[in-house]
C-alpha cells in the first residue's frame, strides 16, 4: 500500500523503477542518488532551500564518527519502550538521513516502511547514495508528501516542524517523537560564542501541540561530549547554526581549538495523537 501522496492533485503515487506517479499522470522521477524531488517551485523560497553544502558534510562526518550514538540508543530505547511496530515511519527534516537509518538497522525485522523528508535536495542526495532502503523525498515540513492519516510514527529531531501537517498525517492513534534541545545543550561551546548564554527551554514545545497530543513519556538524554582534535571540533561547530551566528574572531577562535568539552542535552516528548478524527479511518 503507497502512502505518498502527489504534491499537484494530492492523489496517491505509485512507484515503478524510475519515477512516482498517480492516476492523473503527473510524474517525479527518482533521481540517480536515489531521491525524489516532490518540493514544487512554487513552493521554494530560494533557489536551493535548506541547509548548506557545508553544515550538511559537516554534520555527516560528525554523526558518521559516532559522538551521538547515546543520543540513538536513547530513541531507541524509548520508541521500543512504547510504540508497536508501526507500518509505516517518517523522519521530517531528516538531513543526511542518520537518526532514521540507525533506527532502521534497530529494528531489522519489524516489516516497517521508513520514509526521510527534507527541503534541502543536498542533504538527500547523501541520504540517498548511502541508505538505498529507505525511500527519500524532498518536501518542505508544511507540506508533507504523505496521504491524511496514513504515518504510524513521525520523527521530528531538531528540525523545524508544521504540528498541524503532523497531525494530518498520523493515523488516530499515531505517534510523535520530537527531539528539542535541553536546557544546557551545547553549553560550552554557546559560551565561547554568545556573551549571555541562555538556557533553551524544551516545555515551550508541548505548549504548542497540547491540544492536538497527549503527552506518553518523556526523556533526557545527557552526557559530556569530549572531542580530543581538531577536525572534530570544528564539524562540531560548522554543523550547527552558531557558525553563522558567531562574529569572525570567535569563529577563528573556536576552530583553532585542539579539543573541547561540552554537555550534549536532547529532550526527547513522544507524543499520541488524540482520538477524535473521521470514525471511517482505519489504523494501519
Not at 516497517?112 to 532502503?133: M, N, P, V, W
Request: proline residues 5%; aromatic residues 10%.
Amino acid at each position: 500500500m503507497t502512502i505518498i501522496q502527489c504534491p499537484v492533485c494530492q492523489q496517491a503515487l505509485t512507484v515503478s523503477a524510475k519515477s512516482w506517479h498517480c492516476e492523473n499522470n503527473h510524474q517525479f522521477d527518482i533521481a540517480k542518488q536515489g531521491y525524489c524531488n516532490l518540493l514544487l517551485a512554487n513552493q521554494k523560497k530560494s533557489a536551493n532551500p535548506g541547509d548548506d553544502r557545508q553544515m550538511l558534510d559537516a554534520r555527516h562526518r560528525f554523526l558518521g564518527a559516532g559522538f551521538y550514538q547515546p543520543v540513538v540508543d536513547c530513541m531507541t530505547e524509548l520508541l521500543q519502550q512504547h510504540v508497536s511496530k508501526p507500518r509505516h515511519i517518517i523522519d521530517i527534516g531528516c538531513g543526511e538521513g542518520y537518526y532514521l537509518s540507525t533506527l532502521k538497522q534497530s529494528l531489522p525485522e519489524t516489516g516497517c516502511q521508513f520514509y526521510g523528508t527534507d527541503i534541502s535536495k543536498d542533504a538527500l542526495k547523501i541520504a540517498g547514495r548511502e541508505h538505498k532502503s529507505i525511500n527519500w523525498f524532498v518536501a518542505a515540513a508544511r507540506r508533507q508528501p504523505f496521504l491524511d492519516h496514513s504515518v504510524g510514527l513521525a520523527l521530528n529531531i531538531f528540525a523545524p516542524a508544521d504540528f498541524s501537517e503532523i497531525k494530518r498525517l498520523l493515523r488516530p492513534g499515531g505517534y510523535l517523537l520530537l527531539a528539542v534541545a535541553g536546557d544546557n545543550h551545547l553549553q560550552a561551546l554557546r559560551e565561547l560564542i554568545y556573551d549571555q548564554v541562555k538556557p533553551h527551554q524544551p516545555e515551550r514545545f508541548l505548549q504548542q501541540v497540547v491540544d492536538d497530543f497527549e503527552l506518553i513519556a518523556d526523556k533526557s538524554c545527557q552526557f559530556e561530549l569530549q572531542l580530543d582534535d581538531n577536525s572534530a571540533v570544528r564539524n562540531l561547530l560548522q554543523m550547527t547554526p552558531y557558525y553563522w551566528q558567531a562574529d569572525k574572531a570567535r569563529r577563528k577562535s573556536i576552530e583553532n581549538l585542539q579539543c573541547l568539552s561540552t554537555p550534549v542535552n536532547f529532550q526527547f516528548y513522544l507524543l499520541q495523537a488524540r482520538q477524535g478524527q473521521d470514525p471511517r479511518i482505519t489504523n494501519d
